[in-house]
Structure formats: C-alpha cells, structure tokens
C-alpha cells in the first residue's frame, strides 16, 4: 500500500496564531498590495515603498538607504516580508541589480540588529504565483 503525500498547507507562512508586526517592503507593486490584503486583518501591517502608497495602514515612504531611516523603519518589526525592485520603463539592467542589491543590502544589517526573521520575495512570476497562494 504506496503512501500517499498530503498537500501543504496553503495557508500564510505567518498564520500561527500569534499576531506578529509585519514590514511589507514593495507595498505599492501589485504583489505588496495582495499581501498587506491578505495579513492585514491577522497582523499589524507597516508598508514601505519609493512611491507614495494610499492606504489606511501605516506607510513609511522609503528608499531603503543606508542610514538611520531604515533602521528606524524595522524597530519594533517582528518580521520583515521583502520584495525586490520591479524594473520601471527607462530602467537599464544596472539600474534593476543596483536597486535590488542596494536596498536588500540596506536591509539586512538593520533587521540583524534587531534579531528579525527575514524573508526575501522575487518578483518572479513563479515566486509571486508561490507568494499569492500562501497570503490566501
């Protein structure tokens, strides 16, 4: 009688019944905004992106730079759910790695210095697919 694997769970990687503060990093992309939908009644959101975001949640306006904003950004934060730059048109290849790096790079002292777990997103169509299953 052959075993028969059960399907994951596809519930959201932080539904465990505790309510944790989230920074959601990307907030404005399409995928930010599924997310903070989909956790926003389960946890205390904060959004963060370079673009200005209308939302009734607590949004930072960032660049994710190297300086005391950013550390600031993830006090108090239990996790940090971080995606990479989208391209803009007018974008060249340098610009995109330049961001992408930069800005993770940026982030992940900060989140070291406060003990946080951290999650990276892609903004991958297979990642996003992944991503928008589990946020259900």
Known sequence: NPKVRQQPDRRTLFDHGVRMKLLITGAAAPLGRHLAAGLRETHQLRLTDDVSLDTDLEFVLSELGHDESTDRLVEGIDAIVHQA????QGDTPATWIDANTRRTYNLLPAAAATGLEFLGLEPTA????SVLHLAI
């Open 85 to 88: 730059y989208l391209p803009r």
């Open 126 to 129: 297979g990642a996003a697919d």
